[in-house]
């Protein structure tokens, strides 16, 4: 395994696959936290393996799995879907086998680690996505007393928020923020002459696209919405609703992103006396031009959100950020200095109308030192050099909690 004379560790990321590991997505959360923190380790000089499907794109070594991601999150409820994950698992778990990783790094299927079928013989390092209640933890204690997992992930929260959901589930690692390439954000220092709010996210009511419109109204700022509609029926509902409230619809996605995108693209829009305006769901490189020509960006949640990309993506290109005070927002948010944490819809409006006080060089700086792709990388890395040098045990820690409560 690791040698003695080095601290370059051989990583094998199991990559999720509903989507493909690319720097070119639309919605995949997931998918852009294991295409950072690859490129974050091989810059560290490790040897960074992404299990995933053939098209992915990623910085360090593509090991293929199965020939095509899933494409959309809900497939994965199907039989096929299960099917494709099995062979994927299968494909991870035979390149796990040849001798050469010190750490797995993975981001679901905690449940396949517990049954024992996948058991690779190597420290597994699990980061958590999803808020505790929703994690399936409890029900597996439930369904299975006083069974023990056969095997021990060592899980990361993604923020202390996170962190404290599982303090009763599984026992917490480490906590290792998620980060951006800071390197990859253009920044501007002042909003653009035609100023507009920015909400970007899955269209959902707990998303709170609703409040934003409301806050726009009630602000008389013109208003960007952007995001995707899952096949979900109540994100179904909730965007029928939402709708109604457009004052102007346009497909933006169907435009090459260049120099000019501004002009060619945001200008005529931004140019227009609508103010309610829904473009469709932006990929990376377009979302990184609204982000930062935004006067602000509106984060008004009504769930515990276990961290939150948009905060970090929007501050890091200058814009700072305006939100409802649930989950891990006040971890990642300065209040007073990178933007506004506020209670209320009232308290929202009125940090709009003095969103100027907020310097955008701030906005930019609190990333670069605090969510940056390096130091998550670096955190991580911390993590797997701890256990690569531990000696497999038999009964695990988790397993404990997960039996007895």
């Known amino acids: ?112 680690v517990f049954s024992g079928s996948f058991n690779p013989r190597v420290p597994i390092v699990m980061t958590l996505h999803v808020p505790g209640p929703n994690s399936g933890f409890t029900e597996l204690r439930e369904m299975r007393p006083g069974v023990v997992p056969y095997r021990k992930p060592h899980f990361v929260a993604i923020s202390d928020y996170q962190r404290r959901q599982y303090a009763d589930l599984v026992p917490i690692a480490e906590t290792v923020p998620h980060g951006v390439d800071v390197d990859e954000y253009a920044f501007r220092g002042e909003p653009n002459a035609g100023k507009y709010l920015f909400s970007i996210g899955r269209m959902a009511r707990v998303k709170g696209q609703d409040v934003a419109v409301e806050v726009a109204k009630r602000s008389g700022a013109k208003l960007i919405l952007a995001g995707c509609i899952q096949d979900k029926r109540d994100d179904r509902a909730f965007f029928s609703r939402l709708k109604n409230s457009f004052d102007l619809v346009v497909d933006v996605g169907r435009h090459p992103v260049g120099e000019d995108y501004f002009d060619r693209v945001m200008k005529p829009i931004l140019s227009s006396e609508k103010q309610i305006i829904y473009i469709g769901e932006l990929d990376t490189a377009a979302k990184k031009h609204w982000f930062r020509h935004a006067q602000a960006t509106l984060f008004p949640i009504r769930w515990g959100e276990p961290f939150g990309m948009v905060l970090i993506e929007s501050m890091v290109s200058g814009t700072p950020i305006v939100a409802f005070g649930r989950g891990a927002v006040p971890e990642i948010v300065r209040d007073g200095k990178t933007g506004f944490v506020v209670d209320s819809v009232e308290s929202m409006v009125k940090a709009v109308e003095c969103i100027e006080r907020i310097d955008r060089r701030d906005c930019r700086r609190h990333v670069a030192e605090r969510f940056s792709i390096q130091r998550m990388a670096r955190g991580y890395e911390a993590l797997y050099q701890r256990l690569a040098r531990v000696p497999a045990f038999t009964r695990s820690v988790v397993g404990e909690r997960l039996a007895h409560g």
Do not use: F
Request: aromatic share 4%; proline share 3%.
């Open 1 to 112: 395994m690791i040698c003695a004379k080095s601290n370059r560790l051989n990583i094998l990321h199991v990559a999720t696959i509903n989507k493909p590991i690319t720097s070119k997505l639309g919605y995949g959360p997931i998918e852009t936290v294991i295409y950072n923190l690859d490129k974050g380790l091989h810059a560290r000089g490790h040897r960074s393996i992404v299990a995933c499907s053939s098209d992915s794109a990623v910085v360090g070594e593509r090991y293929s799995t199965v020939s095509q991601s899933l494409g959309d999150y809900m497939r994965g409820c199907s039989p096929e879907a299960h099917a494709h994950v099995d062979l994927h698992l299968a494909g991870a778990l035979e390149r796990a086998q040849k001798g050469d990783i010190d750490i797995i790094h993975m981001h679901e299927w905690s449940e396949r």
